[in-house]
Nanobody
Framework: QVQLVESGGASVQPGGSLRLSCATS????????MSWWRQAPGKERELVAS????????KYADSVKGRFTISRDKAKTTVYLQMNNLKLEDTAVYLC?????????WGKGTLVTVSS
């Protein structure tokens, strides 16, 4: 029932841009904090960006601040991650997460590869 489906991952050169999408269904996204995480081989999963419910406050990891932007669409069913000026170290599987007080849902992830 609950689904989070990421898309938009691709292979891109350093300095390039991508926009990731997280399409949600089976729950009301307006009731959840949404976030993007990433998992690189041999590294812990890290929080990249988050956007809160109600006020839509955003937070970013220091490593992506100024380059990435998280947003929700008007219909409140999709969350995006606009990634600009991509760097080699941005290579990872990017996962979408929905968090409520007693609920937590994850997407399967989409692969972003930054290489020259």
């Amino acid at each position: 029932q609950v689904q989070l489906v990421e898309s938009g991952g691709a292979s891109v050169q350093p300095g390039g841009s991508l926009r990731l999408s997280c399409a949600t269904s089976g729950f009301d996204m307006r009731d959840y904090e949404m976030s993007w995480w990433r998992q690189a081989p041999g590294k812990e999963r890290e929080l990249v960006a988050s956007i809160s419910r109600i006020n839509f406050n955003t937070k970013y990891a220091d490593s992506v601040k100024g380059r990435f932007t998280i947003s929700r669409d008007k219909a409140k069913t999709t969350v995006y991650l606009q990634m600009n000026n991509l760097k080699l170290e941005d290579t990872a599987v990017y996962l979408c997460k929905a968090k409520r007080l007693l609920s937590e849902y994850w997407g399967k992830g989409t692969l972003v590869t930054v290489s020259s």
